[in-house]
């Protein structure tokens, strides 16, 4: 009986917390990353100019000419998107960090994102298009 239990509750337990971690990450983007970079990113990464361009998975995952990666999954320190973020003074090709402005728990959020795969929808939910005002974009 006991072992009965036992079996049943090891199932529920698969059923529950395996299949849907793909899922979860998917919302993960959805929910948190895609908001800051459409309100805060977009307005210029999104194709109409040279560089990175963060309108799709597809895109944001393209190498930079001399072949420095902008997102490198499992490692944010890596991710030429993070120190860029992170950079405190101005930049040659960037502005600085307070134009961006992000806060740290955004720039934390993303640091998470990125070491936590980076998981980035290829369907339609992944598609990324200039939000300038703080609402949550329907998707
Ligand atoms: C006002 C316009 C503008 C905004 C807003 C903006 N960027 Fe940029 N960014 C640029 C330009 C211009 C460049 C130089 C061209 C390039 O490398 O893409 C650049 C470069 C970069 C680079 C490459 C840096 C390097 O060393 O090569 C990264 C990464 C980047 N931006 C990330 C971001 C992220 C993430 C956001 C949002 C938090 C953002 N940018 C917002 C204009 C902008």
């Not at 006991?2 to 299949?19: D, E, K, N, Y």
């Not at 970079?37 to 995952?61: M, Y």
């Amino acid at each position: 009986m006991t072992r009965l239990i036992f079996a049943a509750l090891f199932s529920l337990a698969l059923t529950c917390c395996s299949s849907p971690q793909a899922g979860n990450k998917q919302h993960y983007f959805i929910s948190n990353v895609k908001p800051v970079l459409q309100q805060h990113c977009l307005r210029c990464h999104n194709g109409t100019g040279p560089g990175l361009n963060l309108s799709t998975q597809a895109t944001a995952f393209v190498p930079t000419v001399d072949g420095r990666r902008y997102l490198v999954p499992g490692d944010p320190d890596a991710s030429l998107l993070i120190q860029a973020i992170q950079r405190n003074g101005t930049h040659p090709k960037m502005m600085p960090r307070d134009l961006l402005s992000l806060t740290e728990d955004q720039i934390g959020m993303l640091r998470e994102w990125i070491e936590d795969g980076a998981v980035w929808p290829s369907d339609k939910s992944g598609q990324l298009s200039h939000q300038p005002s703080g609402e949550h974009p329907a998707h």
